[in-house]
């Protein structure tokens, strides 16, 4: 890993394509912030699901916005929690339960129990 010092703060390049090179200062910034909070939006996402039960990416959205400063969770962009939540679909944490839906009905999401 490569560590670039700028005038502030230092710019880190991963192996995540997040930003480009020539993107400003700003941009790796942002990359950097939303790359270590990405794994606690994870856990705040299977969290919600456990607790709630189904939910839309939607309702993910507005449960974490509404919980955040509550559990001590980190601000995102607002669309972050529906995106991790695919994410974990893929993963296998979480199950889409209704994948097949072709009226392009919003994903629902539950958590996958260790039986399945």
Partial sequence: MTTIHATRPPIVF?????TRRTDPLSSHVAADKSQRIIE???AAV???????GELSGAELNDLYSLRAARNGWDD???????KRAGELAKDGVLIV????????????????EETE
Avoid: M
């Fill in 46 to 52: 299977v969290a919600l699901v456990r607790q709630e």
């Fill in 40 to 42: 606690q939006v994870k």
């Fill in 76 to 82: 995102c962009a607002w669309d972050s929690p529906r």
């Fill in 14 to 18: 991963d192996d995540t394509a997040r």
């Fill in 97 to 112: 339960t209704n994948p097949n839906d072709p009226r392009g009905t919003p994903h629902i999401y539950r958590v996958k």
